[in-house]
């Protein structure tokens, strides 16, 4: 059966103080703001469980062609609707300020990552590069707070680093939050050589890591917490925003051993037996479509016997974390069943962009070799464990992102398209094949709620309405007709879709942007095949797009001595 454009449902569907202590003291000295507050709203109004992945692949997940073991996602998926063309910026923090706000990246603080704000003079003072969050959007949590829902986050946060722009201020009733864009997963020590530590905030307060936890069961607890405090009668948002599996890949060691030998036979073995399970699922028609191998089989070949190993044990170390989130997504949804929730609430699941194709130990990130060298134990046995510190990189991301060229960093679909699905209290399953992107979230939270945007207006400064659509679910009316155009730019790697034309610019480092590629990802979503040399009116029209939305978003370049941030 067919529900408008691009939908398919099933039969079925037819009808200092540790972190911990510091948020138990909170827990006893302020419950979560009453609903009594908010004026009066429909008490059906569902709960929400907003689930975000970092640098999560398209087929890593069971349900998505991957043999990493993740029954409880799965699971969720297969009583859900799978979004199979959901968008998102090609890195984190660009695709938060979107998720949340609902407006892009370039008008709401994160026109680029704070990270590289920081040695690119061009961007400073300009509006839309503020490095955080801006005045002139409001977020999805002030406005589900506005209208009494309990508004709960854990996890990464990455769009501000100041009181003004910490979860707190932006509408989250209760919060833990990791103000960078990742921390070492057992001691939360820092992601990057330039940062002294890690900022972790407790509704806005400053705490420590609680020493040897692991992220995601961290995260999880938290959450878990939060969720017991809320009266029932409350309806929740609550933003789950695990940083697994963001490198440096570690996870616990009995998940380790459970993946250790599976990696053995190299990229090219791990890609075939993808391949083979996408057909499987429909969700690729033949080996033709997917992206060309990267890097080749010669290449693996060719490497020592030992780092063979090690580079097969940096994969099970990424498959330990995507299972070890899969068994905390379990006990969010158990918590939610214990509670008497669960039947009324709306899981969305995403992963922010693509696998990261990064190769920490040889990246030309200023100081970033030297510091792993000095400070890390990257021996073949302790690869993975507390200590470590290694990527996916250019072996596995690739794999992990097929059927679609490229990896994070990249406006090839494997940088920006993402796993993402939808459980409805309705039942409803089966697949949306329509065009959808991360700007449609807020919109369509808001929906769910029964809630609206102000318009031009909030508590007195002026803010941008979400440039988003419903997303095209059952109980949200019929999605619109065809004729999207979306567009990206981030590093200096751009792209914009019209339809089922789609035109790549990848940043060439002091070459500057690359000349223009033309695909049909209908037929080649690997965009393997260029057309631009024998359609050149259609190409004239897309780039006419682009550099019309260029100049409207204010969007500016990086400067000429860029490196680059995963192009290929």
Known sequence: MTLGQGIRLSPRSRGALTATALLALALAACAVRPAATAAPAPAARPDILLIVADDLGWSDMGAWGGEIETPNLDALASRGLRLTNFHTAPTCSPTRAMLLTGVDHHRSGMGAMTETLAFSP???????????????????????????????????????????????????????????????????????????????????????????????????????????????????????????????????????????????????????????????LGLLADESHAADPAPSQAEWAALPAEERARSARIMAVYAAMVENLDSNVGRLIAGLRDSGRLENTIILFMSDNGAEGMDAESTPMPGMQEWIARTFDNSLENVGRPGSYVTQGRFWAPVSNLPFRGVKGATHEGGIRTPAFVVLPSGATGRIDAYTHVLDLTPTFLAWAGATHPGPEYRGRGVLAPEGRLLPLPGLGAPPADGRVLSFELFGNRATQAGTLKIVSPWRGPAGPGPWQLFDVSSDPGERHDLAAGRSADLARLVGLHEAWMRDYGVIMPAKDFAGYSSK
């Open 122 to 280: 061009q961007y400073r003072g300009q509006p839309g590069y503020e490095g955080h969050l801006n005045q002139r959007v409001v977020t999805v949590a002030e406005l589900l707070r506005d209208a009494g829902y309990a508004t709960l986050m854990a996890g990464k946060w990455h769009v501000g680093y100041e009181t003004p722009d910490l979860p707190p201020a932006r509408g989250f009733d209760r919060s833990f939050a990791l103000l960078q864009g990742g921390a070492q997963h057992f001691d939360g020590g820092p992601l990057m050589p330039t940062d002294a530590s890690s900022g972790f905030r407790a509704d806005g307060f400053a705490v420590a890591w609680p020493a040897g936890r692991f992220s995601t069961d961290h995260f999880t607890d938290l959450m878990l917490d939060f969720l017991r405090a809320v009266p029932r009668e409350q309806p929740v948002f609550a933003y789950a925003a695990y940083t697994a599996p963001h490198w440096p890949l570690q996870a616990p060691d009995a998940l380790i051993r459970k993946y250790q030998d599976r990696y053995s036979g190299g990229p090219a073995a791990l890609r075939a037996a993808r391949l083979d399970r996408l057909r499987q």
